[in-house]
Nanobody, 115 residues
């Protein structure tokens, strides 16, 4: 089992920045892809960004050029640096880890961007 603890959410004005962190613990061998998803009220959970163990990254079109995903394998932690935030980025952000064939989710952290 993998446990995920997220941090770094909060309230920020449009144009501002936030950095999310997600630390994995427990049985962490075999973790391949780490990533972030988000869910706004009334919407489905959407893909934001992923990073593989080989440090290959992938981003949703809506965040390209503004968000940067990175990971520290020594700390089993994935980060999401969010710049130039927009009100439409407001959502609960969830960390996701793919370990072998299993998906694990964090509890979510709220990001609110005011206009």
């Amino acid at each position: 089992q993998v446990q995920l603890v997220e941090s770094g959410g909060g309230l920020v004005q449009a144009g501002g920045s936030l950095r999310l962190s997600c630390a994995a613990s427990g049985i962490i061998s075999g973790i391949r892809t780490m990533g972030w998803y988000r869910q706004a009220p009334g919407n489905q959970r959407d893909f934001v960004a992923t990073i593989t163990s080989g440090i290959s990254t992938n981003y949703a079109d809506s965040v390209k050029g503004r968000f940067t995903i990175s990971r520290d394998n020594a700390k089993n932690t994935v980060y999401l640096q969010m710049n130039s935030l927009k009100p439409e980025d407001t959502a609960v952000y969830y960390c996701n880890v793919l370990q072998w064939a299993n998906n694990y989710w964090g509890q979510g952290t709220q990001v609110t961007v005011s206009s």
